[in-house]
């Protein structure tokens, strides 16, 4: 079984509390990411499941069995490191083979190990049992490395010792895939490729992965469910598309994606449309909102900018009048910012061939459709 569970989970460091009374619910074959920011305690809780750190207190489950008394090399979970930790001394089989060589040796009588201690010093001292090698070459296949088996993983590329360090975690079968920022050292078109390749790998084998990221797209586009953690603490748990769509506070709709925050005030609710107003602004939403003071949260590409003499049919839509102070050629968007009230807000409109664009200083209309307005 694969499934992890955490309850009331506290890591302390002298003084300072990393982890706070978290509490998790991973399925079995579930792509789970932890996102947040630097020293949120991301990394701590892949630890504590690992069996790096011990928690302060609490408990964390694999499968049914409760781990806190399991050493790391027991909990049967595989865990791929930020730097990778390859031997650079060795090839890219013996890399992979290393772990399975290991497993073989802690089994076997004295007489078996004394050749399996040779084999690990020097190749030509002993001949890698078939089993083992059967088995590192199907995953070397399966990672599109097999041809590059007898390669030093100081001669591959980022993106292949990152297939070598997955291929290390993966032969040995674990119940709990681990993966520590995997992708932080690649290049921007090598971290595309790479998240395809571990989302392609962990579909098709069914297993179990934690992910902890920083980057918010990577976890979006990975993701089963995704949990937003800062300071210590779990913030909301969600699909990527409850997260972007639902925000529970403005530090996750400003972590996951870019949000434009106004502070307003709940003056009234007519037909279902909850009127609210701050500096600059009027609008109406379909949110529905239990407080007065509220966090009004609008994603850039919800609003659309037209000309300032545009006539507007305000029946489902917002309309606000602003100022444009900059903007930004970006290919198939073009990125706006605009002066509304005390305001800057950021506004990506999709850019057709040919079209105007607004300059600097141009007075404009802001509109927005009322379900797209959300009250926090």
Not at 84 to 97: G, R
Not at 140 to 167: C, I, N
Not at 259 to 269: A, D, Q, R, Y
Not at 342 to 356: A, M, P, R
Request: hydrophobic share 40%; proline share 3%.
């Amino acid at each position: 079984m694969g499934s992890v569970k955490v309850n009331n989970l506290i890591k302390s460091f002298g003084d300072f509390t990393a982890l706070k009374n978290i509490d998790l619910d991973i399925k079995e074959g579930e792509f789970f990411a932890l996102l947040g920011p630097s020293g949120c305690g991301k990394t701590t809780m892949m630890r504590c499941i690992a069996g790096f750190e011990k928690p302060t207190s609490g408990k964390i489950f694999i499968g049914d069995q409760e781990v806190e008394d399991v050493p790391a090399n027991k909990r049967n979970t595989g865990m791929v490191f930020q730097s990778y930790a390859l031997f650079p001394h060795m090839n890219v089989f013996e890399n992979v083979a290393y772990s399975l060589n290991i497993k073989q040796l802690n089994k076997s009588n004295p007489f078996k190990q004394a050749s399996i201690y040779a084999r690990l010093l020097n190749k030509r001292l002993g001949k890698t049992p078939k089993d083992i090698e059967t088995k590192v070459m199907e995953i070397l296949k399966y990672v599109e490395l097999d041809q590059h088996a007898h390669r030093l993983t100081s001669e591959l590329s980022g993106g292949q010792q990152q297939r070598v360090a997955l291929a290390r975690a993966l032969v040995m079968e674990p119940a709990v895939l681990l993966m520590d920022e995997p992708l932080s050292n690649l290049d921007q078109k090598l971290r595309h490729s790479m998240r395809n390749t571990i989302r392609r790998i962990q579909q098709e084998l069914g297993i179990t992965t934690i992910f902890v990221t920083h980057d918010q797209e990577e976890a979006m586009s990975m993701a089963d469910r995704v949990a937003v953690m800062d300071a210590g603490n779990i913030i909301q748990i969600g699909t990527p598309t409850d997260l972007y769509s639902n925000p529970a506070t403005p530090f996750i709709a400003n972590f996951v994606g870019t949000s434009n925050i106004l502070k307003g005030t709940v003056v009234g609710e007519e037909n279902g449309l909850y009127h609210v107003e701050g500096e600059g602004f009027s609008l109406k939403s379909t949110k529905k909102s239990t407080k007065k003071e509220v966090d009004v949260i609008i994603r850039p590409e919800h609003v659309q900018v037209v000309a300032s003499d545009s006539i507007i049919d305000t029946a489902d839509t917002n309309v606000i009048q602003g100022t444009v102070l900059m903007s930004t050629y970006l290919g198939s968007i073009v990125r706006y910012d605009v002066q509304v009230g005390v305001y800057q807000l950021v506004i990506d409109t999709t850019y057709s061939s040919g079209e105007s664009i607004y300059e600097a200083g141009k007075e404009v209309k802001l509109t927005v459709a009322h379900e797209r307005v959300l009250l926090i």
